[in-house]
């Protein structure tokens, strides 16, 4: 009989059952993962042995040849070495040029330093010689020692003054010589060159005595090399500018209400004399020349015009009343530079001499000649040296940008060379200056008749000023051999295509203005001023910084008008002499004008009409002189 077993039981052993089904079969299943997985392995191993021998069966090709490099590109290959080369040429130059420089620097510094020891070390001997005399002096002989030195100081001023009082009364006994020699030949010589050379000779008298006393100034300061002489010597020029002013100032003050033509000969004749003293002083004024530029011309150009009134009154004429407003004006601009240089002369010290010589901007003589330079010092409308004498507008030579720069050694040698006629026995570079922004070595070179300043620009060794001291008494060569021999000059300096538009005689001299001409019209923002000596027929005088800073190759427009419409605007009245196509500046703009030289009223005028639009736009009077100044 069987056994009954509960129901709770049979449950128990129902899903103990089962528990043994499922895990029979969850143990059965990785044992085929595993084999499809070693089906998978032979496959791919099959594949891969197939894939192995049809590359094998395939034949191996063949390495292509290398191609050979065109020639083109051999070319270019060979100007990209030719390139670099040239590049590593210009850095190690650059470098070496750096490296002379720094060596010529460190140089100076120790020259310097041992001429600071060597001056110190004789100040120290000086304080102990003296200290050594103290000691042993005794109380009379110091009080005997004192009464000897003031002395010889009061012996000294004496001295000073009377050999100041004999030069003045050589001088004046000169000048009436001369006026008696004049007056003598009166009837004989009615015109006034005779009158200019008397002029001219009273004025190289004033400016020889100047140039010697600044010759062995210059030498005495060279030899002991100190920045306390120097300084000395600078304060006095400081004094003797200061004092020229004052004289001009009085003597253009008496010229303004004079009516007496003996009075304004001798007025006129001061005039012209002290801005050739003041010139030569400011020459040497230890403060960048662009501080000085704008009052040099104007006492350069007061002495012109001084002159041509002279001249016009000497001839028995009286001045015009653009003349007396010519007058009227310097007073006025000399009124101003007296002030400023009154308070300089009273006020300036040592130290700021010092100061300004060391090139640095926090000193009275930085600050009085910054304020001449920024009022307004310009002569008036009326020319003395030729239509846009001052024609400097641009302030970056683009002419000059693409040529290299050159050193200090390099400026001697080119200078040599183009200054070879004047049998030049030494060259030396004595620094450096900025002028409108262009970098120039200052050059002085010594001759057999002297010494010839020149400024060559950094950028291409191009002579941007030249001028010397040579005298110049008589007159043997005419205007026209002297436009020859000036244009001769140009050329050596490698101032191509110089047309002569402007002549002036100022006694002995011949003073012309040539502007650059391109396709038959005259550019004159590309001015070179030139003097001749009449003489010795030699170029003694270039000033070129117009052209330098102006020129470049120009497009230039066509005329909108013809000559004759342009010639129809002008006065009816005005009679024509000449015209010619021109490129003037204006308002700091270059424009393209016709230009007509004539008279009208018994003065010499020229006019610029806009060769556009056919309106005038510029109007110039010319001051005459009986050397008959003349458009070329």
């Given at each position: 009989m069987s056994k009954k077993v509960s129901s709770g039981a049979e449950k128990a052993e129902e899903l103990t059952r089962k528990n043994e089904k499922t895990?029979?079969?969850?143990k059965s299943q990785p044992a085929k993962k595993s084999a499809t997985e070693v089906t998978g392995k032979k496959t791919a191993a099959t594949k891969t042995r197939k894939a192995d021998t049809k590359k094998?069966?395939?034949?191996?090709?063949?390495s292509k040849p290398a191609k050979k490099l065109s020639e083109k590109k051999l070319k270019k290959q060979q100007a990209r070495a030719e390139k670099k080369l040239q590049a590593a040429k210009i850095k190690a130059e650059k470098k070496q040029r750096r490296l002379e420089k720094k060596l010529e620097h460190k140089q100076k510094r120790l020259d310097a330093i041992a001429a600071f020891k060597e001056k110190r070390a004789e100040r120290?001997?000086?304080?102990?010689?003296?200290?050594?005399?103290?000691?042993?002096?005794?109380?009379?002989?110091?009080?005997?020692?004192?009464?000897?030195?003031?002395?010889?100081?009061?012996?000294?001023?004496?001295?000073?003054?009377?050999?100041?009082?004999?030069?003045?009364?050589?001088?004046?006994?000169?000048?009436?010589?001369?006026r008696a020699e004049k007056r003598a030949n009166r009837k004989e010589r009615q015109h006034a060159p005779g009158f200019g050379g008397w002029l001219a000779a009273v004025i190289s008298l004033g400016v020889t005595t100047l140039a010697l006393g600044t010759m062995m100034t210059l030498g005495w300061m060279n030899m002991n090399g100190m920045e306390a002489n120097m300084a000395g010597v600078h304060t006095q020029s400081v004094y003797e500018l200061n004092s020229v002013v004052d004289n001009l100032n009085s003597n253009l003050s008496k010229a303004r209400v004079s009516n007496s033509s003996s009075d304004q000969v001798k007025l006129l004749t001061q005039i012209a004399i002290e801005s050739e003293m003041a010139e030569t002083i400011l020459e040497r004024m230890p403060v960048e020349t662009q501080l000085t530029q704008n009052m040099t011309s104007f006492v350069n150009k007061m002495g012109d015009s001084a002159q041509s009134m002279l001249y016009a009154v000497a001839r028995g004429e009286k001045l015009t009343e653009s003349q007396k407003a010519s007058i009227e004006y310097m007073y006025e601009v000399n009124t101003q530079m007296k002030?400023?240089?009154n308070e300089l002369a009273s006020c300036c010290s040592e130290k700021d001499i010092i100061s300004a010589m060391k090139g640095k901007?926090?000193?009275?003589?930085?600050?009085?000649?910054?304020?001449?330079?920024?009022?307004?010092?310009?002569t008036p409308k009326e020319i003395n040296d030729g239509p846009f004498s001052d024609s400097i507008k641009k302030v970056s030579p683009k002419n000059l940008e693409a040529l290299e720069e050159i050193n200090a050694t390099k400026a001697e040698e080119l200078a040599r060379?183009?200054?070879?006629?004047?049998?030049?026995?030494?060259v030396r570079c004595t620094?450096?200056?900025?002028?409108?922004?262009?970098?120039?070595y200052n050059v002085v070179l010594t001759t057999n008749d002297g010494e010839m300043a020149a400024q060559l620009s950094k950028k291409g060794g191009k002579v941007v000023m030249f001028n010397s001291y040579k005298d110049c008494s008589q007159k043997n060569f005419d205007v026209d051999r002297c436009i020859d021999i000036a244009q001769d000059f140009l050329n050596s300096l490698g101032f191509d295509n110089m047309k002569a538009v402007w002549t002036s005689e100022n006694g002995t001299t011949c003073n012309l203005n040539f502007a650059y001409e391109q396709n038959g019209v005259v550019i004159y923002p590309d001015m070179i001023k030139v003097k001749v000596c009449e003489e010795r027929g030699i170029v003694t005088g270039m000033e070129g910084l117009s052209y330098v800073l102006n020129h470049t190759e120009r497009t230039l427009d066509k005329a909108s008008i013809s000559e004759s419409e342009a010639e129809s605007a002008l006065n009816g009245q005005f009679e024509t002499e000449g015209s010619r196509l021109t490129v003037i500046p204006l308002d700091d703009e270059e424009v393209l004008a016709y230009e007509f030289y004539g008279t009208y009223g018994g003065n010499t005028y020229y006019i610029y009409v806009d060769a556009k639009t056919g309106e005038e736009i510029q109007v110039f009077t010319v001051i005459g002189t009986a050397q008959g100044k003349a458009l070329m």
């Open positions: 895990t029979k079969t969850k094998a069966e395939k034949p191996a090709k063949k120290r001997e000086k304080r102990r010689e003296r200290k050594d005399m103290l000691k042993h002096e005794t109380k009379e002989a110091r009080m005997q020692r004192k009464a000897e030195e003031r002395q010889a100081k009061t012996e000294a001023r004496v001295a000073k003054r009377e050999a100041a009082a004999a030069e003045r009364q050589a001088r004046r006994e000169h000048r009436l010589k001369v002030g400023i240089l901007e926090n000193n009275l003589m930085f600050k009085s000649f910054g304020d001449l330079q920024n009022n307004s010092v310009e060379g183009y200054f070879t006629k004047y049998n030049v026995s030494d620094g450096e200056t900025v002028a409108k922004q262009l970098e120039c």
